[in-house]
């Protein structure tokens, strides 16, 4: 008889599959563009304050790399600090900032880009399963445009289950949906804009750093052209103070 954990992670597997093969369906007639990349990223947590204060921070590096499938050739770099304040033990309400500089994979020109986000952050614990919901709505600035600010709602889902008894290696499936609210010319234009599709796995390395590593399905949603499919390798380094 399967055990809860396998349960579980058979019908993730079975949904993470399911999901797959729909994003990996062409929304437009055209060739989609494929492109090889990876991502690497430190992300750092915890209560700022001392131990009982309600406050906390997170600050994020990630460095994107592949243009024209070229993983030596920076496509983006974003770094992300955040402060927030835990609601309860489960609810949190953030308010963050993000700077990203990015390059264009034909013409080598850079575009920085400016973010303010806030963001309510829920996390809690269902048996065996770890999960998380996190809904942003992101302010962008962002350069060679009409001055105008861009709105952007990501919601992102998230889940972990642990494979091994004591409990250092886990399972990680993730999902994020991202939707532009307003167009702004020479930018985007209002409606879907990507979905970002995760799965792989995690190891607690010791009390204080975890690593997480696996496959990244980015589909971007580009306006009368056909969508663009990033596959992507991801490394992650956690750090929790």
Known sequence: ???????????????????????SLPAYSATPLDEIQSVEVF??????????????????????????????????????????????????VW??????????????????EHRLFQQVLVENKWKQVTWSSRSRLEERFIEN?????????RQLFRAQVPITKNKKWSVVAADEYLVNLNTVPNA???????????????????KNFNVEAGYGLQTINRINIADQFNHIIQVQLNYRW
Not at 4 to 23: E, H, N, P, V
Request: net charge positive; no cysteine.
């Open 1 to 23: 008889m399967l055990t809860l954990a396998k349960k579980i992670k058979k019908r993730l597997l079975l949904s993470l599959f399911f999901t797959i093969g729909l994003l």
């Open 188 to 206: 985007v234009k209002a409606g879907y804009n990507q979905n970002i599709l995760f799965v792989g796995v995690n190891r607690q390395l010791n």
């Open 145 to 153: 445009t009409d001055s105008s600010t861009a709105y952007r709602l």
């Open 95 to 112: 308010q963050g900032y993000t700077y990203t500089p990015g390059w264009n994979a034909q013409t080598n020109d850079r575009r920085d």
């Open 43 to 92: 992300n750092a947590s915890g209560k700022l304050g001392g131990k009982d204060s309600k406050w906390v921070g997170n600050f994020q590096v990630q460095a994107r790399m592949g243009r024209n499938n070229n993983l030596t050739e920076i496509n983006r770099v974003l770094v992300t600090p955040i402060v927030g304040y835990q609601l309860t033990p489960r609810v949190s």
